[in-house]
């Protein structure tokens, strides 16, 4: 059955989309980039119907896809799991991926790569709660592998605890250590890494004092090791 166009108008809450009018009624929506080829007075029949409609759905889950990177880069699977909880089909899934990737605006690589870079800069953690967190947002190993190469754990303890002990810093010895290991627990940082990270900082922040536990404060006998649980590392997710 063929129908003439008789008027095309944009939405008013919705200025990228348009309003396709047929014999006098309004008939359906589109994209605008959708309907850029329609005219008024323009006869299309069912066939071309369902094309449009069809084409107006991919953009749609496009222009999602977009808006979720928008507000932060984005994983495949995180970009799956939103497009498939908005109920868009696999066919529609897989040409927005491609155009995704075609564009340069989904890469998992890069995402981890950035993710590592800026945790290291501004929230120094270990490579294990770095791996934790790539692996949440559904990265896959061997890129997290990739990602962390250059990750050094005592460093980063040492970074992480630099940062807190300035806010430790007119603790008591005890109290300071027992703090800081606790806070570089929740990080992820084992012992072997946390520990001289906390006797450095306590250190310096005392380098013209006598440490009360001579130039090794770490051999303090008062604490044990922490055993720490992974799953109680701090994720931001």
Do not use: C
Request: a negative charge.
């Amino acid at each position: 059955m063929n129908y003439r166009i008789t008027a095309l108008s944009v939405q008013k809450r919705n200025r990228e989309r348009v309003n396709v009018y047929l014999d006098g009624e309004f008939a359906f929506g589109l994209a605008r980039i959708v309907a850029a080829w329609l005219q008024v007075g323009q006869e299309i029949d069912d066939e071309k119907i369902a094309q449009l409609r069809g084409e107006d759905a991919l953009e749609v889950a496009y222009q999602q896809a977009l808006k979720q990177l928008n507000y932060r880069p984005r994983t495949e699977a995180e970009l799956l799991r939103h497009l498939k909880k908005h109920e868009v089909s696999e066919e529609h899934i897989e040409v927005v991926f491609e155009r995704l990737r075609r564009n340069g605006l989904v890469d998992d690589a890069r995402f981890a790569q950035t993710w590592v870079e800026n945790r290291t800069e501004l929230r120094p953690r270990s490579r294990r709660a770095l791996s934790y967190e790539l692996r949440q947002r559904g990265v896959d190993r061997e890129t997290i592998e990739q990602s962390l190469e250059a990750i050094d754990d005592e460093a980063l303890a040492y970074q992480a605890a630099q940062n807190q002990a300035r806010k430790l810093g007119g603790l008591e010895w005890q109290d300071f250590r027992h703090k800081l290991l606790g806070f570089l627990a929740r990080r992820g940082f084992n012992y072997e890494a946390s520990a001289p990270a906390v006797a450095r900082v306590w250190a310096e922040l005392h380098e013209n004092e006598t440490s009360p536990y001579g130039s090794d404060a770490e051999d303090d006998p008062s604490l044990e090791p922490y055993e720490h649980n992974p799953s109680d590392t701090e994720v931001d997710l």
